[in-house]
């Protein structure tokens, strides 16, 4: 039986692969189509390369990969997000209508625009995250 802690680590890994792998099929869907500033021909049949019989077979998602929500009642500032990003040290960042949202699979850490304070966030409402 697995005790308190390593239910959270598992519950951590399982929610950063899961959001991951939302992330991957989100960007990949997205950029499908192109821009319209700059149209691409579709291609011929000629130029589509069948897939490989390892392709055609493989399940998406895994059958063993499980998926948990994590929203306002786990310390999520918001329910409406807008981005997505994990940081190179695997810390996942949220941008929601009302703040950052900093999560490493136990809590999240909030930032938010103070007022009085200058090197705070200019908005709440975060509608993209770059990292520099």
Request: proline share 8%.
């Amino acid at each position: 039986m697995l005790d308190r802690g390593q239910m959270r680590s598992r519950r951590g890994r399982y929610l950063v692969g899961g959001l991951l792998m939302a992330v991957i099929f989100l960007t990949s869907a997205c950029s499908g189509s192109p821009s319209p500033d700059s149209p691409e021909p579709s291609p011929t049949p000629a130029q589509i390369e069948p897939l490989s019989a390892h392709h055609q077979e493989t399940q998406y998602p895994p059958p063993n990969l499980r998926f948990e929500r994590i929203g306002i009642e786990d310390g999520l500032s918001h329910s409406a997000v807008w981005k997505i990003l994990q940081d190179s040290e695997g810390y996942m960042w949220f941008g929601t209508q009302d703040g950052l949202n900093k999560y490493d699979g136990y809590k999240f850490k909030i930032f938010k625009n103070d007022p009085t304070d200058r090197t705070s966030l200019s908005e709440n409402f975060i509608f993209s995250i770059c990292i520099c």
